[in-house]
């Protein structure tokens, strides 16, 4: 959970400005209880999510990143396994943007620097795995 942190505090203030909302607003004895509740519910979500660190990956292991190889092939139809071509593109978002292929057929990963190719040809098996026309 990458914005934990920040959701624990948003959700803090949110409910400590509803609940101090519903004590205030003079309609029922019942309301000002469930208000000063929201209330104090909101103020413990501050305080968890002053009091917890930001999780994440940090900007080195982002970079290095690699998917796993694992096989993309599924046994489950086999009369149409030579005929569909399978496989998996990731494309970082953050610089250096990156984009690595996972081929289905023989699991190989290729690291391209920058943005999907037009026209890909895995280099261990030479399957021709897309060719977008323009």
């Known amino acids: 959970m990458q914005y934990m942190r920040k959701n624990l505090i948003l959700s803090g203030w949110i409910c400590l400005i509803i609940g101090t909302g519903v004590v205030f607003s003079d309609i029922d004895g019942m309301f000002s209880i469930i208000g000063t509740t929201i209330s104090l519910a909101g103020l ?3 305080i968890i999510g002053i009091g917890s660190k930001e999780q994440g990956l940090s900007p080195k292991q982002i970079s290095s990143w690699k998917p796993s190889q694992d096989d993309l ?3 489950s139809d086999s009369k149409f396994e030579n ?3 399978k496989f998996r593109i990731d494309t970082t978002l953050d610089e250096p943007i990156k984009t690595s292929i ?3 057929s023989c699991s190989e990963i ?3 620097q920058g943005l999907k ?3 890909f040809k895995c280099p261990k ?3 021709e795995l897309w060719s ?3």
């Open 110 to 112: 290729t690291i391209i």
């Open 132 to 134: 977008e026309e323009e």
């Open 117 to 119: 190719p037009k026209f």
């Open 125 to 127: 098996c030479e399957l």
């Open 102 to 104: 996972l081929c289905g």
């Open 44 to 46: 413990g979500l501050i």
């Open 73 to 75: 092939n599924d046994n």
């Open 83 to 85: 005929k569909r071509v």
